[in-house]
């Protein structure tokens, strides 16, 4: 079992940066994979970032490469999402999830945090 709270959340303007925190809780933490997701509203949840377990491998969408970079801290039970160079396309609810690899879709986790709102302005 893992639980998951993000924070880091905020209001932004274009061209600036924001850095997204996931911390864990388990015994079971370092074992998973983990990912980031955004919903934007009136739009489905989409993928944004992931790693592996052990911080050797990271994917991200097209749309925020070369923008975010995550990270992973095992030994503190974090996550990292640094946001560079944020968009007003940027703007939404940003989650983090834990799973068995590393996944593009959302059914590939089993655990969730609540959220945290990204807001960006032009």
């Known amino acids: 079992q893992v639980t998951l709270v993000e924070s880091g959340g905020g209001l932004v303007q274009a061209g600036g940066s924001l850095r997204l925190s996931c911390a864990g809780s388990?015994?079971?933490?370092?074992?998973?994979?983990m990912g980031w997701f955004r919903q934007a509203p009136g739009k489905e949840r989409e993928f944004v970032a992931a790693i592996t377990w052990s911080g050797g491998g990271t994917e991200y969408a097209d749309s925020v490469k070369g923008r975010f970079t995550i990270s992973r801290d095992n030994a503190k039970k974090t996550v990292l999402l640094q946001m560079n160079s944020l968009k007003p396309e940027d703007t939404a609810v940003y989650s983090c999830?834990?799973?068995?690899?590393?996944?593009?879709?959302?059914?590939?986790?089993?655990?969730w945090g609540q959220g945290t709102q990204v807001t960006v302005s032009s």
């Open positions: 388990g015994r079971a933490f370092r074992n998973y994979a």
């Open positions: 999830a834990a799973g068995s690899l590393v996944a593009g879709t959302p059914s590939g986790y089993d655990y």
